[in-house]
């Protein structure tokens, strides 16, 4: 056995699966989360909660073959940061995240509050895949200029994000794209996107299904589109989607490493992807 400080009566294994596992189950609304209770709220995980998850983690563990390095109760492919990480070693990278191209300028107040609550869902679904260690390589900095930017179109955006990828590999990882998402996706936020996510839950609530989103611009589309995604729309009307923000680093970018993503996750705006 191996103790936890934390628990020294329990295996350290068993303790973080565990913790993994219950903050999943409270973002998923499936488990209330551990809070004092109120007059208006008695809602707990009460022992019996807490049994049931341990018998749970114990089962999974049983039948994992090849356990992620974080969370050992799970196979590793379906860690996204295990994943990511794989990835950059395959390029030989070391930063990944995507780029925010500012297209609002309308109150820095409120673009403030929009990118705390970035910061705030970018950190929770990397604590949800205890990969906390990969925050340091994880960039996505804004791009400003109002005078280009300012309500500025995606197909605009892809244009101009199109010429920031020719040179940023080099600079940034010191050798060239290759199949990194960080080279071919970028984020666009106008004052309707940014409206989404700062009038909807405060991160306080967790809530994966709420109305924020962000819009994602892709430079080069492989495979293809579903015809019914194409038929009577312009084609620079194809380059972007409308990506829910609270999976932004991590979730979606590991699902747009895949060879035909943008075929399989396509929605037509104003309809929001999901992930």
């Known amino acids: 056995m191996n103790p936890s400080r934390r628990t020294p009566g329990q295996d350290t294994v068993y303790n973080n699966a565990l913790s993994d596992i219950e903050r999943q189950l409270q973002a998923e609304r499936l488990v209330p989360a551990r809070a004092a209770p109120t007059q208006h709220s ?38 996204d940061a295990d994943n990511v990480e794989r990835q950059l070693q395959e390029d030989g990278h070391k930063i990944w995240g995507w780029v925010i191209y500012r297209c609002t300028y309308v109150n820095d107040e409120e673009w403030a509050e929009f990118m705390a609550r970035i910061r705030y869902w970018n950190e929770y679904t990397l604590r949800l895949s205890n990969a906390l260690d990969m925050l340091p390589s994880m960039d996505y900095q804004v791009l400003e200029n109002p005078d280009i930017f300012d309500n500025a179109h995606p197909s605009t955006i892809r244009e101009h994000f199109t010429q920031w990828a020719m040179t940023a590999p080099q600079q940034e990882q010191g050798k060239g794209p290759m199949r990194s998402q960080r080279y071919n996706y970028c984020l666009h936020v106008d004052q ?6 700062i009038g909807g839950p405060p991160p306080s609530v967790l809530t994966f299904i709420g109305p924020g989103y962000i ?23 194809h380059c972007f989607m409308r990506i829910n923000y609270q999976s932004l680093m991590l979730h979606w970018y590991n699902q747009l490493r895949r060879e035909g993503s943008w075929f399989n996750e396509y929605r037509v705006p104003p309809e929001v992807a999901r992930i």
């Open 215 to 237: 819009n994602l611009v892709c430079k080069t589309i492989t495979g293809g589109m579903r015809p019914e995604h194409t038929f009577g729309r312009a084609e620079q009307e």
């Open 192 to 197: 309707e996107a940014l409206l989404s996510v």
């Open 42 to 79: 008695t809602a707990v995980v009460t022992d019996a909660d807490r049994a049931n998850l341990r018998a749970y983690v114990r089962s999974r563990a049983q039948r994992v073959k090849n356990p992620s390095r974080r969370t050992p109760e799970r196979e590793t492919v379906f860690n």
